[in-house]
């Protein structure tokens, strides 16, 4: 009872041991005190490539990237196709970036144009956060990559990698479209007009009569788009 407690010194010999206190008796008095492992064990568990991918994607400046540009629009408009066309003319524009297109708010895939050749990503999210990944399709963040988004903004704004295009239709209100629109420059597809839709008539449906077209026009009170030339027929569908 005379002899008071000793501390011990915490060393390798002595992790994960017990180290009396300097109080009374009692369970505490015994109390197992863990270590925190060095920093370099800590990094051990990270596979060495991953940490190589982030090291050079934090070490780059960031590359020069275009202002985001939001095309806003009701359902119908041609959106869509619009969003293709983009791509068609970007691809013969920039032979040598990479493009990433994704259609849709549901399945969180996206396909990725590289070199000629066209792969399916399973998650869009995923991609654009692993460094590896960035760098090849950057050419060592050189070049951004171009991203067309129907429907959704499925990466944040500001993505340093990313030209982004985003297109969707009123009524979506997610944060991360909303987080968007702040910083995008806003673009809207109205709906079509009469004129519209006959000069495509004359161009690529020909064989319906102009007077078909306009009943259907007035009928669906000026729905978008192509939907009135495929209400006049059941050889053409609405598009």
Same mark, same amino acid.
């Given at each position: 009872?005379?002899s ?13 041991t ?7 008796g009692?369970?505490?008095?015994n109390e ?6 060095p920093i370099?064990s ?7 490539h991953r940490?190589a ?8 400046k960031p ?5 985001p540009?939001h ?16 791509l068609?003319i970007?691809l013969?524009?920039y032979?040598?970036?990479a493009?990433v297109?994704?259609?849709g708010?549901v399945?969180?895939g996206c396909?990725?144009?590289y070199?000629g050749?066209t792969?399916?990503?399973?998650s869009?999210?995923h991609a ?5 990944w960035?760098k ?5 963040f050189?070049?951004p990559?171009?991203?067309?988004l129907?429907? +959704?903004? #499925?990466i944040?704004?500001?993505?340093p990698?990313?030209?982004? *295009?985003?297109? $969707? /239709? =009123?009524?979506?209100?997610?944060v ?5 629109l ?7 597809n ?7 839709i006959?000069?495509v008539?004359?161009d ?6 102009a007077d078909?077209?306009r009943? +259907?026009? #007035? ?9 009135? *030339?495929?209400? $006049? /027929? =059941?050889?053409?569908?609405t598009?």
């Amino acid at each position: 009872m005379g002899s008071s407690p000793t501390t011990m010194s915490p060393g390798p010999s002595t992790v994960g041991t017990t180290q009396p206190a300097a109080s009374s008796g009692g369970d505490e008095d015994n109390e197992i005190v863990p270590r925190q492992p060095p920093i370099s064990s800590r990094n051990a568990k990270i596979p060495a490539h991953r940490l190589a991918a982030i090291k050079t994607h934090h070490s780059l400046k960031p590359m020069p990237t275009l202002p985001p540009i939001h095309v806003g629009g009701t359902p119908g408009t041609g959106k869509s196709a619009f969003s293709l066309y983009l791509l068609h003319i970007f691809l013969g524009k920039y032979p040598n970036n990479a493009f990433v297109y994704r259609h849709g708010d549901v399945n969180p895939g996206c396909f990725v144009h590289y070199h000629g050749r066209t792969y399916c990503h399973p998650s869009i999210v995923h991609a654009f956060s692993d460094g590896l990944w960035l760098k090849l399709l950057t050419a060592n963040f050189s070049r951004p990559i171009w991203t067309i988004l129907d429907g +959704a903004a #499925a990466i944040p704004a500001g993505t340093p990698e990313a030209n982004m *295009i985003v297109l $969707t /239709s =009123p009524g979506q209100q997610t944060v991360s479209l909303k987080h968007f629109l702040k910083y995008a420059t806003t673009i809207v597809n109205p709906p079509w007009t009469l004129e519209d839709i006959e000069s495509v008539r004359e161009d690529a449906f020909s064989q319906l009569t102009a007077d078909s077209v306009r009943e +259907a026009y #007035a009928k669906w009170e000026a729905s978008p788009g192509f939907s009135s *030339i495929g209400q $006049t /027929s =059941p050889k053409y569908p609405t598009i």
